[in-house]
Structure formats: C-alpha cells, structure tokens
C-alpha cells in the first residue's frame, strides 16, 4: 500500500478550502460609527476599519474585546443602518456580516463620504 504525503502548504489549504476566500473585495477606511446590540439594549462606539458589500469590520473604542460571535447587531454610520451578525472575532475587531448586500454604488458613496 502507497501513502502519498498531505499537502500542507497554503496553496494545497487554499484548495481545500482551509484558508476562506473572500467573496467581495474590502476597501479600508476609518469610519465613526456606534455598533448597537438590541438584544442586550447596548450601544458600543468605534469606528469601521474595513467595508465590503458583505460586511464590516468594527473596532470598538475599549480595549477589550468579548466574545460576541452569533450576535445580531446594527452598525450605525452617520447615515445609515446597517444589519448584520457578529461573524468573527479577533484583536483587530469584530467581523460583521450584513443581512443584506450593499449596491455597488452604496458602497462607493460609503468610501467617498469617508475620503472627504
């Protein structure tokens, strides 16, 4: 019997889809906004670090970050709300999907209004 070795390289995880590929491209930006958990009746300020037509990603203000992945939020732009669910956690903030895609030209005006 012939054992073939594992494939452990990122190319090899890339294909078997160990690393997750992104479907929408994210765009950095430094965005103030307030990310509001109905369900614990709590609003926490922070700014938007990265935008994509999925999602988010969203630094709190405190230096502590819990654990609130499963969480449905509303990220609240000057301009907007947005809906989503807490994806991912990590130091740099929380990952944030949308309950709905952004238009293409919604993001567009998000990264204008931001640049100026």
């Given at each position: 019997?012939?054992?073939?070795?594992?494939?452990?390289?990122?190319?090899?995880?890339?294909?078997?889809?160990?690393?997750?590929?992104?479907?929408?491209?994210?765009?950095?930006?430094?965005?103030?906004a307030e990310l509001?958990?109905?369900?614990?009746?709590?609003?926490?300020?922070?700014?938007?670090?990265?935008?994509?037509?999925?999602?988010?990603?969203?630094?709190?203000?405190?230096?502590?970050?819990?654990?609130?992945?499963?969480?449905?939020?509303?990220?609240?732009?000057?301009?907007?709300?947005?809906?989503?669910?807490?994806?991912?956690?990590?130091?740099?903030?929380?990952?944030?999907?949308?309950?709905?895609?952004?238009?293409?030209?919604?993001?567009?005006?998000?990264?204008?209004?931001?640049?100026?």
């Amino acid at each position: 019997m012939t054992h073939t070795a594992k494939d452990t390289s990122f190319l090899g995880r890339l294909r078997r889809g160990g690393i997750r590929n992104r479907v929408f491209a994210r765009f950095d930006c430094d965005i103030r906004a307030e990310l509001v958990l109905p369900d614990k009746a709590l609003s926490l300020d922070g700014i938007v670090t990265e935008i994509s037509r999925g999602g988010v990603k969203y630094r709190e203000a405190s230096s502590w970050i819990l654990d609130r992945r499963g969480q449905s939020v509303v990220v609240r732009l000057p301009w907007v709300d947005l809906r989503g669910t807490i994806v991912n956690v990590s130091s740099t903030g929380y990952g944030i999907r949308f309950d709905r895609l952004l238009a293409e030209e919604a993001l567009e005006a998000f990264l204008t209004r931001d640049a100026a």
